[in-house]
T-cell receptor, first 114, second 116 residues
Framework: EAGVVQSPRYKIIEKKQPVAFWCNPI?????LYWYRQNLGQGPELLIR????????DSQLPKDRFSAERLKGVDSTLKIQPAELGDSAVYLC????????????FGPGTRLLVL | AQKVTQAQTEISVVEKEDVTLDCVYE???????LFWYKQPPSGELVFLIR??????QNEISGRYSWNFQKSTSSFNFTITASQVVDSAVYFC?????????????FGPGTRLSVLP
């Protein structure tokens, strides 16, 4: 069974530029998560989807971050415009159920903003 | 206050030594789950174990074992006869109920270096 797929793996942009990350969850997993992981820290939740509905976006900086999961499968996370402090690893995870289900993570996208 | 505390920032051991990674959590819920994940240098978080709050039975999987004690709110992880391939950052995580259905919180992680 294929795991969570993310692209790109690495991205280098200049500040004020837009950037987008893509995630394809494990087949059949209805719940999808986006996390940000700063260097030397644990992942922090940005947004959680159940199917196509964003059920928890309380930690998403909505002035510059947006996300979508139009058909309840793939998801895109966008930053516009990027700032220096956005440099981090962006992780996508999925789980079978929305309760206390185990989350399975993709390899992440390492973003560097110059 | 941190929901999940991993007091050991970094640990170094020599191969074949046993090592225990500590995890202390905080929750008011009676139903919750605890997890351990491994993050090797490649960066991908690898699921190791999930434990629910009603099951305090210790678990062993090969060289890995977990000790869950509700009385001290701890969920410690022991690697027996450590190997170089065990070098990674290990995260403890807590899943509990929240206003949004579920709150999943990671600890800050413990970096384990196993030296040959």
């Amino acid at each position: 069974e294929a795991g969570v797929v993310q692209s790109p793996r690495y991205k280098i942009i200049e500040k004020k530029q837009p950037v987008a990350f893509w995630c394809n969850p494990i087949s059949g997993h209805n719940t999808l998560y986006w996390y940000r992981q700063n260097l030397g820290q644990g992942p922090e939740l940005l947004i959680r989807y159940e199917n196509e509905e964003a059920v928890d976006d309380s930690q998403l900086p909505k002035d510059r971050f947006s996300a979508e999961r139009l058909k309840g499968v793939d998801s895109t996370l966008k930053i516009q415009p990027a700032e220096l402090g956005d440099s981090a690893v962006y992780l996508c995870a999925s789980s079978l159920d929305a309760g206390y289900g185990t989350q399975y993570f993709g390899p992440g996208t390492r973003l560097l903003v110059l | 206050a941190q929901k999940v505390t991993q007091a050991q920032t970094e640990i170094s051991v020599v191969e074949k030594e046993d090592v225990t990674l500590d995890c202390v959590y905080e929750t008011r819920d009676t139903t919750y789950y605890l997890f351990w994940y491994k993050q090797p240098p490649s960066g991908e978080l690898v699921f190791l174990i999930r434990r629910n709050s009603f099951d305090e039975q210790n678990e062993i999987s090969g060289r890995y074992s977990w000790n869950f004690q509700k009385s001290t709110s701890s969920f410690n992880f022991t690697i027996t006869a450590s190997q170089v391939v065990d070098s990674a950052v290990y995260f403890c995580a807590l899943s509990e109920a929240s206003n949004y259905g579920q709150n999943f919180v990671f600890g800050p992680g413990t970096r384990l270096s196993v030296l040959p």
